[in-house]
């Protein structure tokens, strides 16, 4: 490369790189934030929630190609207030949690939808099995410099294998299962 051509070179990265600028890292106040989950049994909802998660977020609805979601979920910490249930679901016939103690959720790209939301693409893997998984993020400035952001998504438990063999039947547990995040977040 002669000179000329290294200088111009060097000139267009000078002035591109101020438009790459990264996405706003947050700290999840998990004390504040939730990640939890609805599903039905014999037609009635029900809801659950995990206690132990972790989310690196990066995110900035302005510049969304460099936003990025990295969500570790402890499959142990699912709780749904129900005794039985709660006794089921670490168990192999559901997240399996001796074998696949964690779930993981990692984006591929976000779509704005409007000044506020956002879908956020990724693959959510479960159970040591990854299927593509579209989250509606809507993003909430507060005055105070933190943010809210609420996430829901839908997937269908069955490509994970929750709930198979003799759970298997969609009539007695439904096969959709709404995911819902609200996260309480400040800049690091």
């Excluded at 709780?79 to 089921?88: C, L, P, S």
């Amino acid at each position: 490369m002669t000179p000329t051509a290294t200088m111009r070179l060097a000139l267009l990265l000078c002035l591109a790189l101020p438009g790459v600028a990264a996405a706003t890292a947050y700290h999840v106040q998990q004390d504040e934030s939730t990640l939890g989950f609805t599903a039905t049994f014999q037609g009635a909802a029900f809801q659950g929630s995990f206690s132990r998660w972790h989310a690196d977020i990066r995110f900035d609805p302005a510049r969304l190609a460099n936003s990025k979601f990295d969500v570790t979920v402890d499959t142990t910490s699912a709780a749904t207030g129900d005794a039985d249930r709660d006794g089921a679901l670490p168990g192999a016939d559901f997240f399996n949690a001796t074998k696949y103690p964690q779930a993981h959720y990692l984006t591929t790209g976000f779509t704005r939808l409007d000044g506020s939301r956002a879908i956020a693409h990724g693959n959510l893997t479960l159970r040591g099995v990854s299927h593509p998984l579209n989250l509606t993020v809507t993003f909430t400035p507060q005055p105070d410099g933190t943010a809210l952001m609420d996430v829901t998504g839908t997937l269908k438990r069955l490509d994970y294998g929750v709930g198979g063999g003799e759970y298997a039947d969609t009539s007695v547990i439904g096969d959709n299962v709404t995911i819902q995040a609200h996260l309480v977040l400040s800049t690091k």
